[in-house]
């Protein structure tokens, strides 16, 4: 067992870098998620994790151990792929048993093993079937059980949950994380949808072009993006362009100017004077009646009741930009299109970054 | 620079032995004919193609070739494309029947389908001499019209089966777009679909025409004082009085030459109007009655009838008591077939081994290489698929004068074995084993093999113990195909084989030649039943798809 490190590791493919000296590192047993859009290399990078791709520099260590030339055969891995992969001629069983028989286990261990871990994803009774037999949500798990058998030294899943449905979504993503949990096996999971990433995992680090834009736990992903990028990927974020007319070293507050009003906010890095953007949370906007004086005026001009919560769209009367505003709680549904409202950015909720 | 500790290495050098093979059997043989053809054909110091322009003879077999290309190819159309129309769209009674077309084209080698029609309608033919009993008189099946009717009813089921996979791919709901935007049904039909099935029945005329280019069995057989390309080819190969090389591969380069232009006027037409085809689902299928489902279903069964003649014939030809070159028709006897199994079976065994071993090394061979240009693309596999695909557009003659001309003698001398037969048949069938492995390749995602690779089995063996099972079926299916194609192969054999080397299409053809049909029909029966028993054997025992495969 052990965690993994990846140092400085730069990847190619089809001619182009996709990643470059990329480096960082995953706490042994840990469940780790890659998350970005689609082309950010996430996969690239989790394939390269498997073997399957070689890198043009840098080193990956599983534990102590620098794996970075052996092939994907040798590296002791479990990966789930997103069509599942499922062998379509063998049978259930023989699905999951194929990596231990590989390993040439013992027929009653074999038996022993591959029964346990069909009880453990939910599948007992169902080992003479075969692939086409089953429902994506449960060739999912016998994936997951063929990975996990084995006992890998590290678990890899390339979007394991993105060809289920909804519903079967969150049941399989509860398997995963019990079954991890369990083994605590050091986990690299692949993924674009950030629900996802916020509920399963114990570290996310969000990928852009290749790079690692930011490494923290889902908390610290959520509320304290590094940049306007993160905070739009992970929860929707209304993006504001301000200006500052000092410094602002990191974790201060700091006054800034925008749509015409002056407001407060932190600062999520050392930021030197001149044009930055805000970022606000739409939950964490508040809308007052015009009569209470303070906040920006504005008008609201589209509202979505949406039954649990109300979507809001305001436009500042400085003609500034348009905000979304999402209200919950009582009376949540209470402002009409046309009203005109007070804006106000809590300033412990709302950040500063750089432009 | 990339640090590759992958399995890359031994697919590259695999490909590279893969390109180097195809280089040698392919390429170097093409290379040989045309480099030849500029040497000096004649004392004097012309040139093959100096010769060419200056003979007569040979400029009347270019355009006796090409026109008669065009002419069955339209033809094969008229008779391929309304039959398609009709069977995708409309119920008939009797429609089951056209469901054996496919099957007809396949089972009746050329030879014995030219060899049918005249034991039917040649001079001395069962109808030529009925008729004429009655006092009608029949014009000679000899020439142009024995040599457009036997070639149109062995080809038209190319466009039948390629205008039909268009048809049924084609999105009806276009056609009903149509409609509502107030477009009458004929028009509508007319407007949209047209566009859409065009492009399926110009890929399968041009097939068509190749065919023709190249036939040599029929137009040796039926051709008569038509000149044609094929057979002075194959005439100048064989000629006794000194052969010669040049003019041979002249003419060989001369057809190569016409199906190169046709090829590139086809990608001409199709690339002026580049659109997407969305393949949707196709519309039903109408029920009609009345008069004309009678009319349909009639004329239906008499196309299928016309396509089964020559299987019928063979049948009977090889029971029928014979004396010498004439027929005694209505005398039955086991004689002819008896002589042929026990006298002399040496064609049947020299073609049961030599299609077994050539079928067997090209599912190998082609398995392995649609493995690389699938799964293992480098900088070589362009290479390895386009030379692959080439002895599309060459003729079995063609073929068969390349190998003798490239390995008659000096480090691969093969002139006399039963190598070079082997060889002339693995380098025909190619371009089908290929196409069918790698379209079975494209179905099967990469992901199986990683996922083993991941549960420890190295690359290699990950392949052989879950990506070639889940191959199996279509190998097998392809197999079939190939050894029905193999068994029948002639126009390249006969340019290869030496004696004692016969193959039955070889012996079939010598016997026609020398006018002994009963034998000739002896020896068909025994063919069309080795091609007959695997396909049998594939669909009904193993349930395979052999002719979706092609």
Partial sequence: MGGISIGGVSVSYAGNRIIEKL???????????????????????LRTLAGFLPVDAGEILFGNTDVTLWPAHKRDIGMVFQDYALFPDKTVFDNVAYGLRARKRDETTIRARTGEY????????????????????????????????????????????????????????????????????????????????????????????????????????????VSAYVADFVGAANVIAATTQVYASKGADVEVQMAGARIVARSVTDIPAGPVKVLARQEDVQLYAPETGSGIPGTVFRRQYLGSRTHYKVRFESDGPVLSVERTGLDHGSIQEGAAVRVVLDKARTLVVPR | MSRRPFEGGIWFWLSLAALVALCVIILYPLINVLASSFGAARADGRSGWQVLFAEPKYLRAVGNTVLLGLVVTLTTILIGVPLAYVTARFRFPGKALIAILPLTTLIVPEVIAAQTWLMMLGNNGLITRTLGGWGIPIPSFYGWSGLIIVMTFIYYTYIYMGTLAAIRGFDHQLEQAAQSLGASPGRARLDVMLPVVLPAVLASALLVFTLVVGNFAVATILGHKVELLSVITYQTFVSEIGNDPVMQSTLASVSIGIVALALFLQRFILSRGRYEI?????????????????????????????????????????????????????????????????????????????????????????????????????????????????????????????????????????????????????????????????????????????????????????????????????????????????????????????GGRETLPIQIFRLIDSGLMAQASAYGLVLVSIILVPIIIATTLFRLDVFGAK
């Fill in chain 1, 118 to 225: 069909l009880e453990r994803v939910g599948l007992s009774g169902f080992e003479s079937r075969r692939p086409a037999e089953l429902s994506g949500g449960q060739r999912q798990r016998v994936a997951l059980a063929r990975a996990l058998v084995i006992a890998p030294q590290v678990l890899l899943m390339d979007e394991p949950l993105s060809n289920l449905d909804a519903k079967l979504r969150v049941q399989v993503r509860e398997t995963i994380r019990d079954l991890q949990k369990e083994a605590a096996i050091t986990t690299v999971f692949v993924t674009h949808d950030q629900e996802e990433a916020l509920a399963l995992s114990d570290a996310i680090g969000l990928m852009r072009a290749g790079r690692v834009e930011q490494m923290g736990t889902p908390v610290e992903i959520y509320s304290m993006p």
């Fill in chain 2, 278 to 498: 969305t393949l949707g689902r196709g519309a039903k299928a109408a029920d009609i009655r009345g008069a004309p489902a009678l009319a349909l279903a009639g004329a239906a069964t008499v196309v299928v009838l016309i396509s089964l003649l020559p299987l019928a014939s063979v049948i009977a030809g090889a029971f029928t008591r014979a004396r010498g070159p004439v027929m005694r028709w209505g005398e039955w006897t086991t004689a002819n077939v008896e002589r042929v199994l026990i006298n002399a079976p040496d064609p049947i065994i020299n073609t049961l081994i030599y299609a077994g071993v050539a079928t067997a090394l090209s599912l190998i061979f082609s398995t392995g290489v649609s493995y690389m240009l699938v799964k293992k693309r480098n900088i070589l596999t362009p290479a390895i698929d386009y030379l692959a695909a080439l002895p599309l557009a060459l003729s079995g003659t063609v073929i068969g004068i390349g190998l003798v001309m490239s390995f008659n003698q000096g480090w691969l001398s093969l002139t006399g074995t039963a190598a070079i037969i082997v060889l002339a048949y693995l380098i025909r069938r190619l371009p089908f084993g290929v196409r069918n492995a790698s379209s079975t390749l494209y179905n099967i995602p990469n992901s199986i093999e990683e996922a083993s690779i991941s549960l420890g089995v190295p690359p290699l063996r990950s392949f052989v113990a879950v990506v070639l099972p889940l191959m199996v079926p279509a190998i097998a299916a392809a197999g079939v195909l190939v050894w029905t194609t193999t068994v029948a192969e002639l126009s390249a054999s006969i340019v290869v084989y030496s």
């Fill in chain 1, 23 to 45: 480096s960082l590192t995953i706490k042994d047993g840990a469940f780790f998620t890659l998350l970005g859009p689609s082309g950010c290399g996430k996969t690239t990078l």
